[in-house]
């Protein structure tokens, strides 16, 4: 199995103390993360899904809302105006050094994950998750 | 609306007028803002911003709640906040009995009929994840609102078992705490404008659910462990007679006590004395403060 302890300590520069709270368990493509000490046989789900495995390693938005507010790298801010738009799903200007998945939030909440390259920021906010038209 | 239902309780309410003023009028929704991931004020700031009209009610220093006075949108979870998991739209009487359970860090917790996990993850809250929850429900399509409200609201520390919770395999004699919110007639949702089917039939069936579901919360739980009991009926027999019976397979019931009004349990019911200490028992009336209606038990295993 990866290291995703390790990998979110690189990559986000997230603490070990926080990162080894958490037991990473693969099933299928998906990595969940655990906090609870007692693991049943069967499970529909066990703890929050943290990674989905493809062609890289994913970072699920649900896991960067939990420990987001702990990232010291590869963190995004954005201002009020972006907000809307990225909860959409469109994409905005970034910072051309930033590469690969990084946290988006604001000053007070963390949106997600979104995906830099070449200097654009791509929402990766499930569909589920994405703004509509009737909320505010 | 079946409201003449109600008039079995006119001997055991107090102000029975105020009672049945208060089902006709549909209840005020309420929140529970997230402290796993934001702070309650900034949370509620948020929304005030937005055009929300919120009075906060501190039900518990975990538990930040407030009741929706007014709203720019026609649901409450018609927002950016509600997707970011920064709060659950739940009302008042359904976030007491966590409060009830006291649920503390490093414990193992069984959620029996948990979906769709407005309870499940509000004991999360409290625990701030540092603990495990075991949440059980039957119900296929519940179970996938279960884990999704799960995922939304961040709450790592609890695994999801689908199964019907009257089958305890694997999981006797593990839990320190067990909250049974049990299937019930579900009277009180009529509040919510649910005309939802009332009769003594059904009363009966579920009486006899709820006490095979209290035979289980006792294999599940440890010695001296604590089991939460509670549903969102008035009727006497789906409470003190389920409380009655778990004393006399080996409970004891404890006060309860609780950040909104209640009145306590009634001894007698239709000519049916039960144990004297079934006054412990909690019985929260939409009247009293304006909520939801709950009735609420504390039970303690006791050690063979």
């Given at each position: 199995?990866?290291?995703y302890?390790?990998y979110?300590?690189?990559?986000f520069?997230?603490?070990e ?5 958490f ?8 990595v969940?993360?655990?906090?609870g ?5 069967k499970?529909e ?17 649900d896991?960067?809302r ?8 590869n963190?995004v ?9 990225f909860?959409?799903?469109e994409?905005?200007?970034?910072n ?7 946290i988006?939030r ?6 997600g994950c979104?995906?830099?390259k070449d200097g ?13 038209d009737?909320?505010? | ?13 107090d102000?029975?007028?105020a ?24 949370v509620?700031?948020a929304?005030e911003?937005?055009g929300?009209?919120?009075r ?12 929706i006075?007014?709203?720019p949108?026609?649901h409450p ?7 970011l998991g ?8 359904s976030?007491?009995?966590?409060i009830a ?19 499940t993850t509000?004991?999360?809250?409290i625990i701030q994840?540092e603990g ?23 709450s ?5 078992i689908?199964r019907?919770?009257r089958?305890t395999k ?5 839990a320190?705490?067990v909250?049974l919110d ?8 009529i509040?919510k404008g649910?005309?939802?089917k009332l ?19 006792h294999?599940i739980l ?14 006497p027999?789906?409470?003190?007679e ?11 019931v404890?006060?309860?006590?609780l950040?909104l ?6 001894e ?6 039960y144990?004297s ?7 929260v009336y ?5 909520t939801?209606g ?5 039970l303690?295993?006791v050690?063979?």
């Amino acid at each position: 199995m990866r290291d995703y302890a390790k990998y979110l300590i690189e990559r986000f520069g997230i603490s070990e103390e926080i990162v080894r709270k958490f037991k990473f368990v693969e099933r299928g493509r998906s990595v969940w993360a655990f906090t609870g000490k007692i693991i049943p046989n069967k499970w529909e789900s066990l703890g929050i899904r943290a990674f989905r495995i493809g062609k890289d390693i994913k970072p699920t938005t649900d896991f960067l809302r939990l420990i987001g507010r702990y990232a010291t790298k590869n963190v995004v801010f954005l201002s009020n105006d972006e907000v809307n738009n990225f909860m959409r799903g469109e994409s905005l200007k970034c910072n051309g050094k930033l590469h690969g998945y990084v946290i988006v939030r604001t000053d007070k909440f963390i949106l997600g994950c979104g995906f830099c390259k070449d200097g654009k920021l791509i929402s990766m906010i499930p569909k589920r998750y994405r703004f509509q038209d009737t909320w505010i | 609306m079946n409201y003449e239902h109600f008039e079995r309780y006119r001997d055991i309410i107090d102000d029975f007028h105020a009672f049945m003023d208060c089902l006709k009028r549909q209840v005020k929704y309420s929140i529970r803002a997230n402290t796993i991931l934001a702070k309650p004020e900034d949370v509620f700031s948020a929304l005030e911003e937005k055009g929300f009209v919120l009075r906060k009610i501190p039900l518990h220093p975990r538990v930040p709640a407030a009741v929706i006075e007014d709203m720019p949108v026609k649901h409450p979870g018609a927002t950016m906040e509600h997707f970011l998991g920064l709060y659950y739209v739940q009302e008042l009487a359904s976030m007491l009995p966590p409060i009830a359970l006291s649920p503390k860090s490093g414990e193992i917790i069984v959620d029996m009929c948990a979906a769709p996990g407005s309870k499940t993850t509000e004991i999360a809250q409290i625990i701030q994840n540092e603990g495990t929850i075991i949440a059980i429900d039957s119900s296929a399509p519940r179970i996938k609102a279960l884990v999704s409200n799960i995922q939304r609201m961040c709450s790592s520390s609890v695994v999801v078992i689908h199964r019907d919770a009257r089958y305890t395999k694997g999981l006797e004699g593990i839990a320190d705490k067990v909250l049974l919110d049990a299937p019930c007639s579900s009277e009180s949702t009529i509040r919510k404008g649910v005309d939802v089917k009332l009769s003594e039939d059904i009363i009966r069936k579920m009486s006899a659910l709820q006490k095979s579901l209290i035979r289980a919360a006792h294999r599940i739980l440890k010695d001296d462990g604590i089991m939460v009991y509670s549903t969102c009926t008035f009727a006497p027999e789906e409470n003190e007679e389920v409380v009655d019976y778990a004393i006399n397979i080996g409970f004891e019931v404890e006060k309860v006590f609780l950040p909104l009004r209640y009145e306590n349990g009634v001894e007698e019911w239709n000519g049916k004395t039960y144990d004297s200490s079934v006054r412990n028992i909690a019985r929260v009336y939409p009247h009293l403060d304006d909520t939801g209606g709950i009735v609420i038990a504390r039970l303690r295993k006791v050690s063979d």
